[in-house]
Each structure stands twice: as structure tokens, then as C-alpha cells.
């Protein structure tokens, strides 16, 4: 597939023309173009295990027709893309990261969680409002780059109030869906003053951002515990309930990540797991989505399927820190909706949701000693309409079909490590990678065309990161842990 070839376009959109510093601006609602046409694409929608070659039109950031063949016509001022040789999938979507953490891929090697989890929380006495700012968006370039449409922030460290508001204009100004999980810790040895919270004080936080974040389309917010009970007392869980509630806001948490989170509440609270912990307080629900649950019961996935709480599965943190391996299996076969999830880059080391799902498909296989226990449509799934569903969007986007936001991507399959096509989906799972994905819209607003980026400013972020990224760097090495 040739730029050209991709790229037949019959009008310019708004503001192609524009200087690049001037690409730096946000593009409003209002000026994305009003009808974009993508025809010959192998069109995945993952309503169904199906594909087939055909079109799709997106009228005012809406998938307003999608069907087989050719199109009976090609609107007036319509811009065409003509995705010979490209697959058509919904965005994939990240349900759990920490975008701030790229810069500090590679920081704290080879330690568990706790230990681990020592240095991160260490880290908020020095971290700056600017550091988030340039870390998240360096994180979602690279999450856009790799055709992730929807991230969900969970927010943890705010040693300042002005943390998570610089965290959410870079994820805004990059264009990117985002679910903003606005989470409070209020106790706990390795958790430093600074970003300790009274549960009144942090709610009184919140309220805040959500006044001062009303009525934006690409933007939802969550809240909840940060990783319960290590670092939140059960008076913060019946209080966050409440809050949630009063807000309509679905909660996200680290759940049983590790075998020394489960002790913790055994030693401490005499439950047997986190999941049947956080049960007494109503944190399981259908608006609430826990990541890891690594070291959870048979009993307990039974209390996320008759909740309908989702589970963010991140398996290539659980690997880099030595977790375990969550029985995703045994989720699925019970009924728990499950996306995927990078996790924040100090644990994964990328943003890569092609490089997860990969990991996710093979963790399962190795783990049961059977090729045949996860599917690749299943894996695939996850990482769209599953993620979609967790964050309570499942009826704006996650698959394509018409009435949803046009959050889609276009990945080129006609390549060496693609071809020949047999099984889309394993192919797509198992032999794509991330930089296949050439073009990336959310709200039908394009972000990259042809790999190149239309309305952030690649170096300039990546600059701003290395900056940000020595700075940091100086203040940690003050820090002992
Ligand atoms: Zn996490």
C-alpha cells in the first residue's frame, strides 16, 4: 500500500495546510470534516468473528454507513481514503495505564511490586505538575502511534492538585479518548506525605477537576482506591462508594496484584482476597473496573461476574514484576468482561497495545500447557469492545457499526511479516505489530495520517520529554528509598 495509494483524497481537510507550529493548536469539533469515505479495506468490526472487504462513512465523527463492496456514490467534498491492502478495526483500547511513567521506562529494574511500589510512590515528593504534562503526552504519541484510541488514566500520585490537571491537557490536547480514574490513597507506610489524602479533601479535589472539565466529548472521568488495602483504609472505600455514587462515576482499582497485596488483607483484615475485601464495601460493580487481579479465587471471579465488574489484564507488567498470572481463562468462561492494559511504562516499558495482546494470547497457552484455551478473537476482543465496555463506552465505540464514534484505525497488512493473510484475527494478535498502524482517528478526527502525526507536534513533545525526563532524573537522585 503507497502513501498515495492510501491517501486518494478528492477535498483537503480543514486546516491541512497549516505551518506546523500552528499544528500545534487544538482542532475544535466543529472544523473536522464533515464526511470522510474509507473504501476497499478489510473491515474487521469485531461484533462478530467476521470480516469482510467494503466500505465505511463517517458524517460528523459518526460511522454513518458501513457495508460490503464498493460505495453506490462518493459524496460532494467528501475526502476518500482508499485503504487497498489496509485492515479496518475499531481503535484499540487502553484500559489501564500511567502515562507519566514513560519517563521512567528502565528506571527500577527487576524488583517486586512492593519494593517497586516503594520508588513510585517515593517518586510523587519530587514529581512536578510539567513532568506530567510532558510525560503523558509522550505517552499518548506513542499510544497513538501503536492505534490505541482510548486510554484510561489511572491517576494515583497527586502531590499537587495541578498533577492531574496537566495530565489531563496533555491527554486532551493530544486528541486521544481518555477516562481519567482520579484514585485517593490515605494511608500507608511507603506512601509519602505529600500525596496522602483525607478522603474530604480529595473528594473536594475532584469536584473540582469535574466542574472544570464539563461537556467534553472525548473526556470521561472515574474515581476510586489506589491499591487496596495497602494503601487506603476501609473508612476511604465506604466513603468512595458513597462519592461515587452522589457523581455517577465508575471506580478504578489495583486489585490483588501480587501475593503480598493478598497477604496484606489477610494479615490485616481476615479475608481471604482482595476481590471478597472490597466486596463488603460495594467497590465490585458494574461501572467498576479492577486491574491485575492476578491472585484472585474461584470464589471471587464468581463476585465479578454476578457484579459485572470488568478486569483490566496487563500482562506484561505481571511478567516484568513477577505477579503470577491472572486466570483470564477461567474469567472468560465465567462471564467477566476483561480488556487489556499496558500499565504504566516503569512496569512494561512500552505503550504497546500490539505487544500486550500478543503476550496475552501466549501467557494463557503457556500457563494452561494448551495451544487451544484462548482464541485470538477473544484476545482481539478484549483489546476492543472489552475495553470499551469496562470504561462504560461500550455504546460509543469498541466496534464499528454504525451510530458509533468513528474511532478506528487502518493497519497495513501488506507487508512482509503480514502476508500471505490466512486467520485475520491470529495475524492481527500474533504477526502485527505497532508500527503498522498507519492511520489512527478518534471522533472521526484524524491524528495520524500515513504515520505522521496531524495535530501534535512529534519532536517538539519528544524534546519537551527529554527535558523533562533530566529534570526528574536530578530530583530523584536526591531521593532515597
Ligand atoms: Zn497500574
Request: with cysteine.
Amino acid at each position: 500500500m503507497t502513501n498515495e495509494a492510501l491517501f486518494t483524497r478528492h477535498s483537503l481537510v480543514e486546516g491541512e495546510n497549516r505551518s506546523p507550529s500552528a499544528r500545534k493548536s487544538f482542532t475544535p469539533e466543529s472544523l473536522i470534516m464533515s464526511s470522510t469515505l474509507i473504501t476497499n479495506a478489510l473491515i474487521v468490526p469485531m461484533t462478530e468473528r467476521g470480516s469482510f472487504n467494503g466500505y465505511l462513512r463517517i458524517e460528523n465523527g459518526a460511522i454513518a454507513a458501513v457495508d460490503s463492496g464498493t460505495p453506490p456514490e462518493v459524496l460532494p467534498d467528501e475526502q476518500v481514503i482508499d485503504a487497498a491492502g489496509a485492515v479496518l478495526l475499531p481503535g484499540l483500547v487502553n484500559a489501564h495505564t500511567h502515562l507519566y511513567q514513560v519517563l521512567l521506562r528502565a528506571v527500577w529494574e527487576d524488583l517486586e511490586l512492593m519494593p517497586w511500589l516503594r520508588r513510585i510512590y517515593g517518586c510523587a515528593r519530587v514529581l512536578r505538575p510539567e513532568h506530567f504534562y510532558a510525560g503523558s503526552l509522550l505517552g499518548c504519541v506513542e499510544a497513538l502511534r501503536s492505534g490505541v484510541t482510548i486510554i484510561c488514566e489511572h491517576n494515583f500520585l497527586n502531590p499537587s492538585s495541578d498533577c492531574a490537571f496537566e495530565t489531563i491537557r496533555a491527554i486532551e490536547n493530544s486528541g486521544v479518548r481518555g477516562v481519567f480514574a482520579r484514585t485517593i490513597m490515605d494511608r500507608g507506610e511507603i506512601v509519602p506525605d505529600c500525596t496522602k489524602e483525607k478522603p474530604e479533601q480529595a473528594f473536594r479535589q475532584i469536584e473540582n477537576l469535574l466542574s472544570q472539565h464539563q461537556n467534553r466529548h472525548r473526556l470521561r472521568f472515574m474515581t476510586g482506591p489506589n491499591t487496596p488495602p495497602i494503601n487506603t483504609t476501609p473508612e476511604l472505600l465506604r466513603e468512595l462508594r458513597r462519592f461515587a455514587d452522589d457523581h455517577s462515576l465508575g471506580i478504578s482499582a489495583h486489585v490483588a496484584e501480587s501475593k503480598s497485596v493478598v497477604q496484606v488483607v489477610q494479615n490485616q483484615h481476615g479475608n481471604n482476597g482482595v476481590v471478597e475485601f472490597l466486596a463488603q464495601f460495594d467497590i465490585p460493580a458494574a461501572n467498576s473496573i479492577f486491574a491485575h487481579c492476578v491472585h484472585v479465587s474461584e470464589k471471587e471471579i464468581g463476585i465479578l461476574r454476578e457484579t459485572g465488574t470488568s478486569v483490566s489484564h496487563n500482562p506484561v507488567s505481571n511478567m516484568m514484576l513477577g505477579d503470577g498470572i491472572a486466570p483470564i481463562v477461567e474469567m472468560l468462561r465465567q462471564g467477566v468482561n476483561v480488556g487489556l492494559g499496558t500499565d504504566g511504562a516503569a512496569s512494561n516499558h512500552s505503550q504497546d497495545l500490539f505487544e500486550t495482546m500478543k503476550a496475552a494470547s501466549l501467557l494463557q497457552k503457556v500457563h494452561h500447557q494448551d495451544a487451544g484455551v484462548i482464541d485470538p478473537f477473544s484476545v482481539l476482543r478484549m483489546a476492543t469492545a472489552g475495553g470499551a465496555k469496562a470504561l462504560g463506552l461500550e455504546s460509543v465505540c469498541g466496534t464499528v457499526e454504525v451510530g458509533k464514534r468513528a474511532d478506528l484505525i487502518l493497519i497495513d497488512v501488506d507487508t512482509v511479516h503480514n502476508q500471505p493473510v490466512n486467520d485475520i484475527f491470529s495475524q492481527l494478535v500474533h504477526c502485527a505489530k505497532a508500527s503498522d498502524v498507519q492511520t489512527v482517528m478518534v471522533n472521526g478526527e484524524i491524528l495520524m495520517r500515513d504515520r505522521q502525526l496531524q495535530r501534535i507536534d512529534e519532536r517538539q513533545i519528544l524534546t519537551d520529554a527529554k527535558l523533562a525526563h533530566r529534570d526528574l532524573m536530578e530530583r530523584v537522585s536526591q531521593l532515597s528509598f
